[in-house]
């Protein structure tokens, strides 16, 4: 079976590329998961993310973002010893300020996918990249997601985490066109 080259490294990989990466998301909670996620692993690699993501699901409540965002300092301050996550104060911290910021993005738009899905029109917008270097890594609307994340006061939001955003959640299906997964 043929699949994008970055998804045959390892087994976590494969099975992330076959059953969600570019699988359109529209629901608030999993887009919040892959914000987090997608900041979490800036500088790091995908596959040690993944290898986290449970543990970071069973920290961070289900990705209730309502609960993220009234998490103490207390709590907050625990993450750090939690081998479990990527223990960065920066990266642990951005997800309540995150979270924070995703509750007013809920009540000015009704949904963070509504919000979200809205820097690509609603729909995914279909690549037909021939080889992995051919697959940028930002565009005009994870610039423009970007600058918007940001100016509402989101971190760990620049447009290549956008961007990553966008591919894992199907705003943008970066499939290359001979992988089994293109549609």
Known sequence: MKRCAWADQSDIEREYHDREWGVPVRDDRALFEFLLLEGAQAGLSWRTVLAKRDNYRRAFHGYDIERIAAMSDDEMTQLMRDPGLIRNRLKIGSTRKNARAAVAVVA?????????????GGQTIVNAWQCASDVPARSVESDAMSAALKKRGFSFAGSTI??????ATGMVNDHLVDCHSYR
């Open 108 to 120: 000015e738009h009704g949904s963070l996918t509504t919000y979200l899905w809205s820097f690509v």
């Open 162 to 167: 956008c961007y990553a955003l966008m591919q």
